[in-house]
């Protein structure tokens, strides 16, 4: 008789359980709602480009398209290295650098650490998997919001700064006249380098205003606490 329970019990569990279940995304990996997600993409835009970017949003397996675009423009919440924020690539960041991002996300899905990634990437550019921008050109991240959050899932907020990039593959800041923080800077050395200009004081302030709303939601979403 106890047999017979425990099997009719364990048949019973089997029937229960989905059939095809998705495996958890890593803690510093977070799958957002849709509309939440595509929201804060198209974040990363000046108004008049959102409405005819394509836009790609997470799942877990990777990056789907969640709308087909009208002009130059690629918006994506990326999730390199740990770091959650919004870009929108024009077409040349587009072909060069979003794939980087993209299949980025598939191997930290996969279970591959950030510092595995990262090498698979400098690999990828030294084998020539990966290019550089090989013209002159920008992305947008003119949002407020960046996250990072490490393999244990802890959040930390950084500060805001909405700012234009420009490709400067291998450039310097002493080729620029940077300096981290300033008017202009570079982000990193390397073919997928960025000039990194940041949106005036007033600007800014707009920014970070509007997006209130969009700030809560996403918070309240991945678990951060402000300290």
């Not at 929201?39 to 990363?44: F, I, R």
């Not at 930390?156 to 002493?174: E, I, R, S």
């Not at 205003?209 to 918070?219: N, V």
């Amino acid at each position: 008789m106890l047999h017979r329970c425990l099997a009719t019990a364990i048949v019973a569990l089997i029937a229960l359980a989905p059939l095809h279940a998705q495996p958890a995304a890593p803690t510093d990996f977070p799958l957002l709602p849709r509309e939440l997600e595509i929201e804060l993409a198209l974040s990363a835009a000046p108004p008049h480009l959102r409405e005819g970017a394509a836009l790609l949003v997470l799942d877990p397996t990777g990056y789907v398209s969640a709308r087909t675009g009208t002009n130059a423009y690629t918006c994506v919440v990326s999730r390199r290295s740990g770091d959650v924020f919004p870009v929108c690539w024009d077409a040349e960041g587009t072909r060069a650098l979003l794939p980087v991002d993209l299949d980025a996300a598939t191997l930290r899905l996969s279970g591959t650490s950030n510092a595995e990634i990262d090498r698979q990437v400098a690999d990828g550019f030294a084998t020539g998997r990966y290019r550089a921008p090989s013209r002159t050109g920008l992305a947008y991240m003119l949002s407020s919001l960046r996250y990072r959050i490490d393999e244990e899932g802890h959040v930390t907020k950084a500060n805001p700064l909405p700012h234009v990039m420009f490709y400067g593959p291998q450039l310097t800041d002493a080729d620029i006249g940077g300096a981290g923080g300033s008017t202009v800077f570079m982000n990193k050395v390397g073919p997928d380098g960025m000039v990194i200009v940041p949106v005036g004081s007033a600007e800014r302030q707009v920014i970070v205003d509007a997006s209130t709303s969009l700030t809560t939601r996403l918070e309240q979403h991945i678990g951060y606490r402000p300290q």
